[in-house]
């Protein structure tokens, strides 16, 4: 992707203002990844902008950047992009759905939003877009959340802008809602896990990534990079259960239920209760795609990060 063809920048007003006081734009400021990249950034002196549809939930921070009122369903507005883009130099695009939001899907939130928010950074003259992917994102995935983020990364990597892409694992973080549910199940006789949990995965710890984006925005230059963010253990979606009911005191063996089993028992759930749904069949079929990276930890050495293991940080929350 290196040495692609690059339009020019304008020269307006508006670039003035970027070399002045460049703005960051950060979206999914308040996931786990996120929450754990804007304190860094603020303590590095940026100025930056979330994109966020409830701003209470930044906690103390909220007074310490700027705001733009929206999120993934609302970037086909043009106005509000406009808004969201006003002095920004560098975008870091967190925000992603693993379920459809009614009406609009998944396809939409990750696919297209992406290329909306992309094609606004371009006309803004945008130096640079750090996009969030995933591993084993491809054309030909058997979900629909992957084969979205396949398209996003791939017209970001066909850009006009500087870029840099990060393929992590699963990403894991001490209150995450997939660790929460795991703690939930782990009060059960035994742990239940959708299919036969044998996918495989490297685990990363959401304060690595954090510190290898940080790393990313001090010490890359001009171009596109690519990094594939891993933990240090491979482990199986059946081993990572058993190992949250291990550290959370209440060691349980996993119950494998059958994918048909599962496939009935959320989409009856979904019917009764809606959005609110604990969980989704997208999002139990994640669970059958392995994210593993033949690099290893590789990359975020490369990043100035020595990553934890799961069960190091989680023994200790």
């Known amino acids: 992707m290196v040495g692609k063809a690059r339009r020019p920048r304008p020269l307006c007003r508006t670039a003035a203002v970027h070399r002045l006081r460049p703005v960051i734009l950060l979206t999914g400021a308040t996931g786990s ?24 939930r930044l906690g103390a921070h909220r007074v310490d950047v700027q705001i733009t009122m929206g999120d993934l369903r609302e970037l086909r507005d043009p106005f509000m992009l406009r808004q969201a883009m006003r002095g920004v130099d560098t975008v870091i ?10 009406p609009y899907r998944v396809e939409e939130l990750n696919g297209l939003a992406t290329v909306r928010l992309l094609e606004a950074a371009e ?21 629909r959340f992957f084969r979205a983020k396949w398209v ?10 500087d870029s840099t892409i990060f393929r992590p694992s699963i ?19 035994a742990i239940p896990i959708s299919g036969n949990g044998k996918s495989r995965y ?15 925005l001090r010490e890359d ?11 240090p253990a491979t482990m199986t979606y059946a081993e990572m259960s058993e190992l949250v009911g291990l550290l959370a005191g209440r060691p349980r063996p996993v119950i494998r239920i059958p994918l048909q089993l599962v496939h009935l028992g959320l989409s009856a759930i979904h019917h009764l209760v809606g959005e609110n749904a604990f969980a989704t069949w997208q999002e139990a079929e994640l669970m059958r795609v392995p994210m593993v990276s033949a690099r290893g930890t590789e990359d975020l050495r490369k990043l100035g990060v020595e990553p934890r293991s799961m069960a190091d940080v989680l023994s200790q929350s």
């Open 221 to 231: 230059g001009p171009g596109d990079h690519l990094y594939e963010l891993a933990g």
């Open 202 to 216: 490297q685990p990363v710890w959401a304060d690595d990534v954090a510190r290898a984006v940080e790393h990313s």
């Open 123 to 143: 006309r803004a003259g945008v130096g640079r877009f750090v996009f969030f992917s995933a591993l084993n994102a491809s054309a030909v995935q058997r979900t």
């Open 33 to 56: 990844i996120g929450s754990r990249i804007l304190p860094r950034l603020l303590d590095e002196g940026h100025q930056v902008r979330c994109l966020v549809r409830e701003p209470r």
């Open 93 to 102: 695009h967190l925000a992603a759905s693993i379920r459809d939001q009614p």
């Open 152 to 161: 996003a990364e791939q017209a970001v990597a066909e850009s006009d802008l």
């Open 171 to 189: 990403v894991f973080d001490h209150s995450d809602p997939w660790i929460t549910l795991l703690r939930r199940f782990s009060f059960l006789p």
